[in-house]
């Protein structure tokens, strides 16, 4: 019973981590990535509660939509950062909180379905949401750590890379849930 929600708990951090890579290439430091991780961690615990709360039916409801809400959002904040590229110098370092904390709370909408289906088979609300918080935590900071070693690697203005990065992970995000 614990392995599957383990499987779930992976699976469901997949997205964050994918998109941890992109945002990994926005120049913020070590203090600022740790904060983004346990903001991804945090919401990918609170959401299986709520879903549990909320119930199912308005959790499959919501889970029909919740991927292209968040890769709306990504892509919308990508391009953001490619058009502030285009129009303004490189900054020293590009921190936009309300985008940084703001798309862990739009990925973490598909783990209000999770909570509910998991509540309706039986399994503890409170574990499978420590376990889904503490697995997204680990793999958002590892994403966002590889995503700073590619853009030191690749060498243009970070905040276009960051920019396009952004928008092809959001552009993804819809293909691979949907396959």
Excluded at 149 to 168: E, F, K, N, P, Q
Aim: charged share 10%.
């Amino acid at each position: 019973m614990i392995w599957e929600v383990l499987v779930l708990g992976f699976v469901l951090s997949l997205d964050n981590f994918r998109v941890s890579i992109a945002l990994g290439t926005v120049p913020f430091g070590l203090k600022r990535a740790v904060q983004v991780a346990l903001a991804f961690g945090l919401w990918d615990a609170i959401m299986p509660l709520a879903g549990l709360l909320i119930g199912r039916r308005i959790g499959e409801s919501v889970g029909d939509v919740a991927d292209l809400v968040g890769a709306a959002v990504l892509g919308a904040y990508g391009l953001y950062l490619v058009i502030s590229a285009i129009r303004n110098p490189e900054p020293d370092e590009l921190d936009h909180p309300w985008a940084l904390f703001g798309i862990p709370l739009t990925l973490s909408l598909d783990n209000l379905l999770a909570g509910a289906s998991l509540g309706i088979l039986g399994f503890s609300p409170w574990f499978s949401a420590a376990l889904f918080g503490a697995m997204t935590a680990v793999l958002s900071l590892i994403g966002l750590q590889l995503g700073r070693a590619a853009a030191r690697l690749i060498r243009i203005r970070s905040d276009l890379l960051s920019g396009v990065t952004l928008i092809i992970a959001a552009a993804s995000l819809p293909l691979v849930f949907s396959g």
